[in-house]
């Protein structure tokens, strides 16, 4: 077995990470204080324009796609690490990269499923970085977690020339960023179907359509999450596109959302490493730096447990995490499915421990604004919940195991 990293993606780890260390820790202070002066906290801070006009610059865009065409052509194992090094900044780095979800998903959607004249108007704008986009799919009046309940209804006008688009979503991610333009709805189009995942469909619906309203921004334990463009309710009142809108064909939404879901749990779960290990450094500052009862944390025995047992979580979930981009590579998503839903219930879990523990050696600091450990909890804790909450993938990860003694 070879553990070692290719060539290119130890150049592109090493460009990086000086990216990283020159631009974006650099910038974190200076986005606060722009983000404090905008007219709306939804606007984006100058600094973070000028961190994506340099990361195009040093030619670390686009990494995540593998489309050679439209991205950098990495396959998953190669962009893995590369993903692990932009958790350590999630406000500030994916973005700066164009990485950022829900733009990711929405891109690869496009690329794989969107036609010409779609890919034109909305995935090269989004490619460039000149606008954002959001994804609706989630909805408060019906449990999401199964993806067949959506109520939102998309149907044909009397004329068959338009799709009516009539529903509520929230938690509709991105959604508050002005620079949102375009949005991905997943709704009902064939609600009698039988085959309950072929009643779903999806269409583009720009943000400037009459009866999109992006209602209030939702709150994630208390944080409004400007970074990421918010989490938006948002009401389609008759919402009206044309009918060459669609993505795909009809019926086809519940497949492209898996495919969509696929990519984007690995993604999470790789840059969730780069939070455990930003927090690992920040215990470890915080534990030499600090006395208590006469000698150092680093030095009191439950510290030094807690420091011991989060290295050993990382290096297991780092592991898992790489076997689970190969096999996607190899063997395709359908193939690692099994590997792409263990690193879904393992890696959210174990991160939130292990920033929990950052948070409890930082007592009172560590539940402030003074350090990053409160935003990175609440931001690994959530993804317990975002692209399928934990019970369902274990429920079909059991199902999978025991089929085999059935």
């Known amino acids: ?62 990494l995540f796609l593998p ?9 998953n194992l190669q962009y893995a690490p590369l993903a692990e090094i932009t958790g350590r900044s999630p406000q500030l780095a994916p973005t700066a990269l164009n990485c950022a979800a829900p733009d990711t998903g929405n891109m690869e959607v496009l690329a794989q499923f969107g036609s010409e004249q779609q890919r034109k108007q909305w995935l090269e704008p989004l490619l460039a970085g000149e606008i954002r986009s959001a994804f609706a799919m989630t909805e408060p009046e019906v449990a999401s977690s199964d993806a067949t309940n959506i109520e939102t209804r998309i149907e044909r006008s009397a004329d068959g020339a338009e799709y009516v688009i009539s529903g509520r979503k929230w938690y509709i991610s991105g959604a508050m960023n002005p620079d949102c333009k375009i949005f991905i709805v997943m709704g009902k189009t064939d609600p009698d179907n039988p085959d309950v995942r072929r009643q779903q469909s999806m269409v583009l619906v720009p943000r400037d359509t009459p009866g999109l309203e992006v209602r209030r921004a939702m709150r994630v334990y208390g944080y409004e999450d400007h970074w990421h463009g918010g989490h938006a309710e948002v009401v389609f009142d008759q919402v009206r596109v044309p009918v060459t809108n669609l993505i795909g064909e009809e019926g086809g939404g519940f497949a492209i959302a898996q495919a969509r879901l696929g990519p984007g749990r690995i993604h999470h779960c790789m840059r969730l490493i780069g939070m455990a290990e930003r927090a690992i450094e920040l215990m470890c500052r915080r534990a030499v730096s600090r006395t208590a009862f006469g000698k150092p944390l680093a030095q009191q025995g439950a510290v030094q447990q807690w420091i011991a047992d989060a290295r050993v979580a990382v290096e297991q979930l780092r592991l898992l995490v790489l076997k689970t981009a190969w096999l996607m590579d190899t063997v395709g998503n359908k193939g690692a499915h099994t590997e792409i839903q263990s690193i879904k219930i393992a890696t959210p879990r174990t991160v939130v421990d292990i920033i929990d523990r950052a948070v409890q050696l930082h007592g009172a600091g560590g539940v402030s604004q003074d350090f990053p450990l409160a935003e990175l909890w609440a931001g690994a804790r959530t993804l317990m919940l975002a692209d399928g909450p934990d019970e369902v993938h274990q429920r079909s990860l059991a199902r999978r195991e025991l089929k085999k003694y059935l």
């Not at 070692?4 to 910038?27: I, K, N, Q, S």
């Not at 489309?67 to 396959?75: I, R, W, Y």
């Open 1 to 62: 077995m070879d553990f070692a990293f290719d060539a290119r993606t130890e150049e592109l780890r090493t460009r990086l990470l000086a990216f990283m260390d020159g631009y974006v820790y650099p910038a974190q202070e200076v986005a606060e204080r722009q983000r404090a002066e905008l007219d709306s906290p939804w606007d984006t801070p100058r600094i973070v324009e000028e961190l994506k006009a340099e990361a195009r610059r040093q030619g670390l865009w686009n």
């Open 67 to 75: 489309d050679a065409e439209h991205g950098a052509g990495l396959t």
